[in-house]
Structure formats: C-alpha cells, structure tokens
C-alpha cells in the first residue's frame, strides 16, 4: 500500500468537516456512495448496496486483496491522511459502533510514535501493519506532532457473523459502557452541521454533558 500510495498522484480531497480539525486532513476514496470517486463522506447513505469501488479502486491491488479477506459487506474504503502538525479534535461519529451494527476498520498504513490517537482519556498506539477496530461512537482525537503524515486505510464495515467472531476473539478486548441518550447526540450532530457560532457554542455545552455522562459509566 506505501508503494502503491506513492505513485497516486495529486487525487486527495480535503476532509469536509472542517470544525473538527486543524491543520490538513485529506481523503481519498475508494469505495463510495455510488462509486462516485469525489463523494468521500460515507456518513450521508445508508445502505452498504449503494457503495460501489470507483475508478481509483483499480490503482490500489493490495487493497482489492485485502477486501478479499474480509467476508462481510462493505461499505465505504478511504485512505486518510492527517498531514504533519496537523490535530483532529475530540467528536463522536454517532451511531458508528459495532454494538449498532456497523464497525470502522483502521489499517495504519503510514504512522509513527508521534501520533497521539486518544480513545476517551486512553491513549492507543495503532502500528503500521495492525488492523484495529475502536468504538467511534465514544469520543476520541487524534494529534500528529510528528513531521511526517499519518495514513490510515478505513473501511467502513457492516456487522455479521464472521466480523462478530473476529472482533471477539481478539487476544485484547475493552468494553465501555455508554449512557447516553440517541437523540441527544443527533442534536449535537444538527448543531454541528449548522456551523454557525451560536449552534457551536449549543453544541459544546452538550458535549459537556456527554463526557460528564461516560465519565460515570463502568467498565465491563
């Protein structure tokens, strides 16, 4: 994949939330709704049918073979690279959880110990060849204070059987606990897409409430 992403050209987009984070964070899809190669927010559809691969797919045969190893439905596949000196703050991408029904895949392509990824308070280290799955549903961030860029391969997953049995009988597990309501986290989420200064600031009062509700559940 290093070799491959070395040869890509200038096809990267920048992320389109741009609240979340500093610095640059660029994407390149390929995998997405309607294998439009220029749609790289899977978060807008819904159903892992409407993903197709798009044209950058055929670029990328350590990916084709990689998705070949992983039996069940797919959704979207994206490259993100988090530029040097570049942060991505602390959010929460609702719903997306493996107890929900769909799992987020992260495949550290291009990393190194400079790159602070913070699950809630606990900082994970994700090495280049690991495949991990996080709760993306608990709120997390992410800091490259590093000099290079960070590239991770993301496959947006729906849950079955086969992807169930090989998140549970992985050698560490760690279970969370959440307390917090849907709706109040759909809020946050229409606050946000709002963008203005008076819905930010709603916002930010409500994510208080959602660390504060975490903060008080166990864990399991």
């Known amino acids: 994949m290093q070799t491959e992403l070395a040869v890509t050209g200038q096809d990267w987009q920048p992320h389109l939330n741009k609240y979340h984070y500093t610095g640059s964070w660029d994407v390149l899809a390929l995998r997405s709704p309607g294998g439009d190669h220029k749609n790289i927010v899977p978060e807008l559809m819904g159903k892992h049918s409407e993903y197709k691969d798009n044209v950058y797919m055929e670029r990328f045969s350590s990916v084709r073979k990689l998705l070949s190893e ?19 703050k602390e959010h929460r991408d609702n719903e997306l959880a493996f107890e929900k ?13 400079e790159v602070a990824f913070y699950c809630e308070q606990d900082r994970v280290f994700l090495q280049e060849g690991e495949c991990w ?88």
Request: net charge positive; hydrophobic share 40%.
């Open 133 to 220: 799955y996080l709760n993306a549903n608990l709120p997390h961030r992410v800091s490259n204070n590093s000099k290079a860029d960070r590239v991770h391969l993301v496959i947006d997953c729906t849950v079955n059987d086969w992807l169930k049995n090989m998140i549970t009988s992985s050698d560490q597990i760690v279970y969370k606990k959440e307390q917090v309501d849907d709706n109040l986290l759909n809020m946050i989420k229409h606050l946000r897409f709002q963008n203005t200064e008076d819905s930010n600031k709603r916002a930010d009062d409500l994510e208080k409430k959602v660390r504060i509700l975490l903060s008080n559940s166990g864990n399991i």
């Open 101 to 113: 029904g769909e799992a987020r895949l992260h495949f550290p392509v291009i990393t190194n110990r």
């Open 70 to 88: 992983l039996h069940c439905p797919i959704m979207s596949v994206r490259f993100l690279n988090l530029k040097a000196g570049a942060v991505i």
